[in-house]
T-cell receptor, first 109, second 115 residues
Framework: GQNIDQPTEMTATEGAIVQINCTYQ??????LFWYQQHAGEAPTFLSY??LDGLEEKGRFSSFLSRSKGYSYLLLKELQMKDSASYLC??????????WGAGTKLIIKP | GAVVSQHPSRVICKSGTSVKIECRSL??????MFWYRQFPKQSLMLMAT?????????EQGVEKDKFLINHASLTLSTLTVTSAHPEDSSFYIC???????????FGPGTRLLVL
């Protein structure tokens, strides 16, 4: 079956770095997406990886290892506004997104 | 990123009435649109996938006669919740993408409260 695993909740300190891991098993693979969702709002797109390696975009970076079925989202210089849920989603061979349950990130001052 | 709008953002209705939610892609042509539902503190749940000009594909457990989806153009899809009941109260979110390999962009969501 198809499955996405990510931690339910993580806590980090303002100004620090946090890494949110995601492992996936899908029928075929057409890329890995990360979305951010603030409470009460719709998800917003953060990143897309289809090749192995690290993609950096400002304070956020996303890494993919296709051979390991593994991705992570790295957030640097954490700000209070980064408190949100982070959703990992893998695209299968039918171009359908398989969603993880999301990781709730709590930032403490 | 691409812009997707949803209307209305919030709706309160009486039990037994029907509610229509519109989803529009504002700056791109959306070959495929998706409808999700999210209950408080739960993950996104895909309800259905619709391709322009064809019937929507519903996920298991989603009643197609209750949640009517129309994707009549490349920029508009509608979800109609027919004979709404309090248990249908939820956050309904649409997303859209241009082609199969492109990113899905989400609308801002519609909060439905059925009294």
């Amino acid at each position: 079956g198809q499955n996405i695993d990510q931690p339910t909740e993580m806590t980090a300190t303002e100004g620090a770095i946090v890494q949110i891991n995601c492992t996936y098993q899908t029928s075929g693979f057409n890329g890995l997406f990360w979305y951010q969702q603030h409470a009460g709002e719709a998800p917003t797109f953060l990143s897309y990886n289809v090749l192995d390696g690290l993609e950096e975009k400002g304070r956020f970076s996303s890494f993919l290892s296709r051979s390991k079925g593994y991705s992570y989202l790295l957030l640097k210089e954490l700000q209070m506004k980064d408190s949100a849920s982070y959703l990992c989603a893998a695209m299968d061979s039918n171009y359908q997104l398989i969603w993880g349950a999301g990781t709730k990130l709590i930032i403490k001052p | 990123g691409a812009v997707v709008s949803q209307h209305p953002s919030r709706v309160i209705c009486k039990s037994g009435t029907s509610v229509k939610i519109e989803c529009r892609s504002l700056d791109f042509q959306a070959t495929t649109m998706f409808w999700y539902r999210q209950f408080p503190k739960q993950s996104l749940m895909l309800m259905a996938t619709s391709n322009e000009g064809s019937k929507a594909t519903y996920e298991q457990g989603v009643e197609k006669d209750k949640f009517l989806i129309n994707h009549a153009s490349l920029t508009l899809s509608t979800l109609t919740v027919t004979s709404a009941h309090p248990e249908d109260s939820s956050f309904y979110i649409c997303s859209a993408r241009g082609s199969e390999w492109e990113t899905q962009y989400f609308g801002p969501g519609t909060r439905l409260l059925v009294l």
